[in-house]
């Protein structure tokens, strides 16, 4: 859950500083928060690979097939994006 909450706020605070949430000095926050978040990722990332590489292949393995089945579920419902698919 560590690895889904960085993950998450890594790309919330970016996507913070892209949309310019915030003006002036304060503009610098999203981005340190991105890069905080990202790094604390990569730490943790090294510690399961080092420590229990079979729980990381786990959740790798979870995040993928969530990624094929949003996929998959987007092909098969042509509607999601307002587009149909030519039969």
Do not use: Q
Not at 32 to 48: K, P, R, T
Request: charged share 15%.
């Amino acid at each position: 859950s560590s690895l889904a909450f960085l993950f998450v706020f890594s790309i919330v605070n970016f996507m913070g500083y892209k949309h310019k949430v915030l003006k002036g000095w304060k503009s610098i926050l999203p981005i340190l928060g991105s890069v905080g978040c990202a790094s604390g990722l990569a730490v943790l990332l090294y510690d399961a690979y080092t420590n229990k590489p079979t729980t990381l292949y786990i959740v790798i393995g979870i995040s993928v097939m969530l990624l094929i089945c949003r996929e998959l579920y987007i092909w098969l419902h042509s509607n999601y994006k307002g587009k149909k698919l030519n039969a």
